[in-house]
């Protein structure tokens, strides 16, 4: 059983298009986080969601949209995409809130913006 | 902003041996959690340990414990025993209810 899920593990796609990363957790985890790694493995928080309402918002572009339709779930919108946007994105989950820092995290979303 | 540094950017071990990773941060907040993670070749993130800053005791998790100096904004890992399985990149964390902060990460080769 899966605890941290997320689709698809790997999207590759054309500068301008947009696109979406989803992510569900069957821990009953009370938040969800969004995280990017880039080619040099450095990592960055993106946003994280504790029941539903967004609590850290990093500096990221506001082409990057989180949506949270329900506690298990946070997924995340792309828009107009860039070659830089091409990284890791890994979702996260935590029981509590958001200063715990995340415990269970998903296998990875690879994009690749061409 | 929060920093955290990673001075490390790789340490190997031999099998069995202890090895100790270091990890420093700078902050201004009073609460606050620390971490290290875990990331195999797999590329999946693991979180191997947690340490919440007033808890003044170290935290430990089997072969894994840390060193957490407050004053000296200091929170090493320390690896008992290690395992071939043990090698991965290893992250600092630093995280409040405002920011998350992460290092650039210690690469660590077991040899056999």
């Known amino acids: 059983d899966t605890a941290v899920s997320q689709t698809p593990k790997y999207l590759v796609t054309q500068m301008g298009n947009d696109k979406s990363i989803k992510c569900e957790q069957n821990?009953?985890?009370?938040?969800m986080y969004w995280y990017k790694q880039d080619s040099k493995k450095f990592l960055k928080i993106m946003f994280s969601?504790?029941?539903?309402?967004?609590?850290i918002n990093e500096t990221v572009p506001n082409r990057f949209s989180p949506k949270s339709p329900d506690k298990a779930h946070l997924n995340l919108h792309i828009n107009s995409l860039e070659l830089g946007d091409s990284a890791v994105y890994f979702c996260?989950?935590?029981?509590?809130?958001?200063?715990?820092?995340?415990?269970?995290f998903g296998p990875g979303t690879r994009l690749t913006v061409l | 902003a929060q920093t955290v540094t990673q001075s490390q950017p790789e340490m190997s071990v031999q099998e069995a041996e202890t090895v100790t990773l270091s990890c420093t941060y700078d902050?201004?907040?009073?609460?606050?959690?620390l971490f290290w993670y875990k990331q195999p070749p797999s590329r999946q993130m693991i979180l191997v340990i947690r340490?919440?800053?007033?808890?003044?005791q170290n935290a430990t998790e089997n072969r894994f414990s840390v060193n957490f100096q407050k004053a000296a904004k200091s929170f090493s890992l320390k690896i008992s025993d290690s395992q071939l399985g043990d090698a991965a990149m290893y992250f600092c964390?630093?995280?409040?209810?405002?920011?998350?902060?992460f290092g650039a990460g210690t690469r660590l080769t077991v040899k056999p």
């Open positions: 996260a989950s935590s029981q509590g809130g958001t200063s715990g820092g995340a415990e269970f």
């Open positions: 821990l009953g985890h009370d938040t």
């Open positions: 969601y504790n029941n539903k309402e967004l609590i």
């Open positions: 902050t201004s907040e009073s609460d606050y959690y």
């Open positions: 340490q919440e800053a007033y808890k003044q």
């Open positions: 964390a630093y995280h409040d209810s405002h920011d998350m902060r």
